[in-house]
Nanobody, 132 residues
Framework: QLQFVESGGGLVQPGGSLRLSCAASGFTLDRYTIGWFRQAPGKEYEGVSCFRNTTSNTYYADSVKGRFTISIDNAKNTLYLQMNSLKPEDTAVYYC?????????????????????????WGKGTLVTVSS
């Protein structure tokens, strides 16, 4: 069974940083396109960042470019999202995801419409709150 265990969310002041982690079990991440999605209160899902191991292609939403960095530790079978210069509008539940064989832009943009139903693996979510 493909599963993720997420950690790292919490309350942070504007301008602060957080790192989200997502440990995979039941499969190896290096064969998958991986990504982070978020859902703010009352809003649709948004594809934040997606990365494909086999090509090193990376996608970032315009709203997070230059502030967020996606990475993977293949030895630990874990993906990360480093979030810097956080803003109140970054407040959301963040989900990690994996999809076999997808291009990064397709996963992040089209995947946001399907969320968990369109992915091979989908985390349970971790809440990030940016507030003073």
């Amino acid at each position: 069974q493909l599963q993720f265990v997420e950690s790292g969310g919490g309350l942070v002041q504007p301008g602060g940083s957080l790192r989200l982690s997502c440990a995979a079990s039941g499969f190896t991440l290096d064969r998958y396109t991986i990504g982070w999605f978020r859902q703010a209160p009352g809003k649709e899902y948004e594809g934040v960042s997606c990365f494909r191991n086999t090509t090193s292609n990376t996608y970032y939403a315009d709203s997070v470019k230059g502030r967020f960095t996606i990475s993977i530790d293949n030895a630990k079978n874990t993906l990360y999202l480093q979030m810097n210069s956080l803003k109140p509008e970054d407040t959301a539940v963040y989900y990690c995801a994996a999809l076999l064989g997808s291009a990064v832009q397709a996963m992040c943009i089209q995947g946001a419409l399907l969320a968990a139903h369109g992915m091979d693996a989908w985390g349970k979510g971790t809440l990030v709150t940016v507030s003073s």
